[in-house]
């Protein structure tokens, strides 16, 4: 059985464009720390996140007592694993190689957006034609 059967497009895009801002957000962490000693990039495991999100696994809501509470959701998200060649600084951040990956999320994010845009668009033309 294929990994997201059953799930909705709609969602299962809108979800994707979660991941892939997530995913932006930790790629661009790890450029701004390019030159930080002893750091390690970070990499997100897009499709085990990815399904971990339409399971509805992975957060955790929590109860609001009164109205001033944050309303709070906890996202982990799925890791790869670490990189293992460093500088003389012991800093891990392959800089050309998080530009590709932040240039292929973003095609991805735009993919996913355009998909969306498109999936409403034949709705909504639907919609006029029953008029």
């Known amino acids: 059985m294929a ?3 059953g799930v909705d497009a709609t969602r299962l895009l809108v979800e994707a464009m979660k991941v892939a801002r997530e995913n932006h957000r930790i790629l661009a962490n790890n ?4 030159e930080t000693p002893h750091y ?29 509470h944050i309303d709070l959701r906890l996202e982990r998200p799925k890791f790869e694993g670490l990189a293992f060649l460093s500088k ?20 991805r994010y735009t993919i996913y957006g ?18």
């Open 31 to 34: 450029i701004a720390n390019a």
């Open 3 to 5: 990994p997201f059967a």
């Open 40 to 68: 390690n990039p970070v990499e997100l495991d897009f499709q085990a996140t990815l399904k971990a999100a339409i399971e509805g696994r992975g957060r955790v809501s929590l109860r609001r007592t009164q109205p001033r």
């Open 88 to 107: 003389n600084d012991y800093n891990k951040v392959d800089i050309e190689d998080q530009m590709a990956k932040l240039d292929r999320n973003t095609g």
């Open 114 to 131: 355009s998909l969306v845009v498109k999936h409403f668009d034949e709705v909504k033309n639907m919609l006029s034609m029953l008029r």
